[in-house]
Every structure is written in structure tokens, then in C-alpha cells.
């Protein structure tokens, strides 16, 4: 199972670097959704390796960077599906 949880918080570091590196370079914007997915699970698999390691501080951490990654996902979604009614809405008088 330890091995598995390395493995597990070693992906979510890779993640977390690579998404960091990209909005960094400009070949990915911090705004998107990409971006967004991307942090958010590099966020919750550090903070599985950092609980089961008993790391505290860094599992709190994750565990509030994680929540701040569902709440900018739920905006995402939200925005979305106020887009998709704005459209299919008739326009006005007709």
C-alpha cells in the first residue's frame, strides 16, 4: 500500500509542476478549466500521500487547496449551464 500512496503523491507533484510550468510558459491559461483540473488532482493526490504519511500541515493544505479547486470548478460548471440556457432562451419578441 506505501508504495502505492508514493506513487500516488509522486503523480500529484508531477501534476501540480506541470500545470505550474505551463501557465508559466503561456501554453496554458491559470483562467481555464484545464488548468483548474489540473490542480485540483494534483491537489487531492498529494493530500492522500501527505495524510497517510501523517504530514499534517502539507495534508491540510491540499485539503483546502482541493476545496478551493471545487469551488472554482463549480463556478466553471455553473457559468456553463448559464451559458447553455442564455442560448437556448428565444430572443425577445418573437
Known amino acids: 500500500m506505501s508504495t502505492f ?3 500516488i503523491g509522486t503523480a500529484g507533484a508531477v501534476i501540480l509542476l506541470l500545470a505550474y510550468a ?9 483562467n ?4 483548474q483540473l489540473l490542480n ?23 485539503l483546502v ?10 463556478r466553471f460548471v455553473a457559468r456553463r449551464a448559464a451559458a447553455r440556457r442564455h ?4 430572443a425577445p419578441g418573437r
Do not use: C, K
Open 5 to 7: 500512496i508514493t506513487i
Open 22 to 30: 505551463m501557465v508559466s510558459s503561456g501554453r496554458m491559461s491559470g
Open 32 to 35: 481555464g478549466l484545464p488548468y
Open 40 to 62: 485540483f488532482g494534483g491537489a487531492v493526490t498529494l493530500m492522500i500521500n501527505s495524510a497517510y504519511h501523517s504530514a499534517w500541515p502539507s495534508a491540510i493544505l491540499n
Open 65 to 74: 487547496w482541493s476545496g478551493i479547486g471545487v469551488w472554482t470548478l463549480g
Open 87 to 90: 442560448t437556448a432562451e428565444p
